[in-house]
């Protein structure tokens, strides 16, 4: 392959009498003045990303101190829930229904009966419960119950567990209690 031949290119040049000479304007061009729409909407442009800003700031300012608020109720309802759970709790404890249930009259059973439905019979020592209950719940309750210690009794609004009701003495005098320890808690003998 040969090389591909070069053309000559002519060559310009200026005509005489034209020169590319810089030369002074007459008069400067008369400056544009900015249209006052153009301005006028940049102003308030810049005022209303100003005021929707402040509005923000306003409205979040406002939800910090609501939320604070409803925060501050919503800890007062849980100590209220929390109250009204421990009342519950000290109204169902069995001191508290035993010593009702004393109040009402009723007692401890003894050794329970069964109805053998297939023929009737009844199994077991077939006898009620005696007038005197092995549990003194208004009495000698073990430990004090400070959730219900003044709620009154069903019964008897003026007596409470605190205040007790009246016991029949002779009723404590019969009931047996265990022999006191004086030498220390027994141990069971191991191997």
Do not use: C
Not at 122 to 130: D, K, M, R, Y
Request: no cysteine; aromatic share 2%.
């Amino acid at each position: 392959m040969s090389a591909p031949a070069l053309i000559p290119v002519p060559e310009v040049r200026p005509a005489d009498g034209v020169g590319h000479r810089l030369r002074p304007l007459a008069d400067a061009r008369p400056r544009r003045r900015p249209r006052l729409v153009f301005g006028i909407v940049a102003v308030a442009g810049a005022v209303a990303i100003g005021a929707i800003q402040m509005g923000l700031s306003i409205a979040t300012t406002q939800d910090a101190f609501q939320v604070r608020a409803l925060t501050a109720d919503q800890r007062a309802v849980n100590w209220e829930k929390q109250i009204l759970q421990d009342e519950i709790a000290g109204l169902s404890s069995p001191q508290f229904l035993a010593a009702n249930a004393a109040a009402l009259g009723l007692v401890a059973g003894g050794e329970p009966n069964y109805l053998r439905l297939s023929d009737g019979t009844t199994l077991g020592a077939g006898q009620g419960a005696s007038d005197a209950s092995s549990i003194e719940a208004l009495s000698r309750a073990a430990v004090s119950n400070a959730l219900v210690s003044d709620v009154p009794l069903v019964t008897d609004p003026e007596a409470s567990m605190n205040a007790g009701v009246a016991v029949d003495e002779a009723l404590l005098a019969n009931t047996p209690t265990p022999p006191p320890i004086t030498d220390g808690l027994p141990t069971p003998t191991t191997h």
